[in-house]
């Protein structure tokens, strides 16, 4: 009896623990569901820093990104990389259109959460938090997850 309970209770443990890393990496709002939000390693001295989510709008209307926030950096803005004439360029994105049924990903080499003037750096396995703010769905805080300084994302 003892060796069931404890197997029990073991088996308890986990599936706690593996339902709050499933959490960790999906966050529902409205009809918004964000998934997977990560930022990669900072180098020693770095003051940029920049993070990414896929955004998935499960409703019937459109919704929009309107800013983001943080408080482990001077500027936080959502940022758009382009090409122009062999040229890699990036700049704010301004509102980014969420359309209904539809997935927005912010990810490296397109639109990412820039972080300008970090207070200190993202090191491999912290979090840290940002504001979402959108037009329909409010607001929330979204925890980023810090992976490798060379991360593409592939495994998140």
Not at 50 to 60: L, P, S
Not at 96 to 101: A, S, T, V, Y
Not at 105 to 117: A, C, D, F, T, V
Not at 119 to 136: I, N, R, S, W
């Amino acid at each position: 009896m003892k060796k069931l309970f404890t197997f029990l209770f073991a088996a308890l443990i986990a599936t706690t623990t593996l339902a709050g890393l499933s959490l960790a990496h999906e966050q529902k709002l409205g009809a918004l569901i964000l998934h997977h939000a990560w930022s990669r390693a900072t180098p020693a001295g770095a003051k940029t820093g920049a993070a990414y989510v896929k955004i998935e709008n499960t409703g019937d209307t459109p919704d929009q990104l309107l800013s983001v926030a943080s408080d482990i950096a001077a500027k936080t803005e959502v940022h758009q990389m382009t090409m122009e004439n062999d040229m890699m360029k990036m700049g704010p994105a301004g509102v980014i259109d969420i359309p209904p049924h539809g997935v927005v990903e912010l990810k490296p080499h397109g639109l990412h959460i820039m972080m300008m003037g970090l207070k200190k750096p993202l090191t491999e396995g912290d979090t840290f938090p940002v504001t979402l703010t959108f037009a329909k769905a409010g607001k929330v805080d979204l925890q980023i997850v810090v992976g490798k300084v060379d991360d593409m994302g592939e495994e998140h």
